[in-house]
T-cell receptor, first 111, second 111 residues
Framework: DAKTTQPPSMDCAEGRAANLPCNHS???????VYWYRQIHSQGPQYIIH???NNETNEMASLIITEDRKSSTLILPHATLRDTAVYYC????????????FGTGTSLTVIP | DTAVSQTPKYLVTQMGNDKSIKCEQN?????MYWYKQDSKKFLKIMFS???????INETVPNRFSPKSPDKAHLNLHINSLELGDSAVYFC??????????FGPGTRLTVL
């Protein structure tokens, strides 16, 4: 699986958009970009994933650059409950189930 | 309704004891997993079961034995607990190789 790099921490004002970047410069053509988050003391929660097109669901939007070497997770209107550690993972389907979560970005939403 | 549930949430025990952690999913998924999250927050897969059959068994001591009585359950039994087994253990499920749903975790402390 390709290595990802994320900033260790970020702050965001409540109600504003939170933009969480992720670099994955060694990503392969068949590797998807997944985002999960882990709220303190809870299990990881799936947010969104994509291959090369931008994706949007009820939780967030995922913007992937044209060269696919980086992506941004966007929480359009951050709430206090979005305070969590956000993990960016790249992996190809069918390559086994090792999910290396790395250190992620600790997002703090400030009232 | 809880999708993936684990019991117990907390488990404190002495070295050398045998303990079990139970996991149940009500999503109808055909694949279930056990992950271990250590103090550095790295999430590592331990086992993967597909339709009650073992698919992945990563380098895990044979003191750890998963048991899947049916598709909806994957229990983890640990013999002769050691200090290094202290961690948070997460159960997860998925339909095929898609997004995973994680349980709330079991925090195991071995004294």
């Amino acid at each position: 699986d390709a290595k990802t790099t994320q900033p260790p921490s970020m702050d965001c004002a409540e109600g504003r958009a939170a933009n969480l970047p992720c670099n994955h410069s060694t990503i392969s053509g068949n590797e998807y970009v997944y985002w999960y988050r882990q709220i303190h003391s809870q299990g990881p929660q799936y947010i969104i994933h994509g291959l090369k097109n931008n994706e949007t669901n009820e939780m967030a939007s995922l913007i992937i650059t044209e060269d696919r070497k980086s992506s941004t997770l966007i929480l359009p209107h951050a709430t206090l409950r979005d305070t969590a550690v956000y993990y960016c993972i790249v992996r190809a389907p069918g390559t086994g189930n090792q999910f290396y979560f790395g250190t992620g970005t600790s997002l703090t939403v400030i009232p | 309704d809880t999708a993936v549930s684990q019991t117990p949430k907390y488990l404190v025990t002495q070295m050398g004891n045998d303990k079990s952690i139970k996991c149940e999913q009500n999503l109808g998924h055909d694949t279930m997993y056990w992950y271990k999250q250590d103090s550095k927050k790295f999430l590592k897969i331990m086992f993967s079961y597909n339709n009650k059959e073992l698919i992945i068994n990563e380098t895990v001591p044979n003191r750890f034995s998963p048991k899947s009585p049916d598709k909806a359950h994957l229990n983890l039994h640990i013999n002769s607990l050691e200090l290094g087994d202290s961690a948070v253990y997460f159960c997860a499920s998925s339909q095929g190789q898609t997004r995973k749903n994680f349980g709330p975790g079991t925090r195991l402390t071995v004294l």
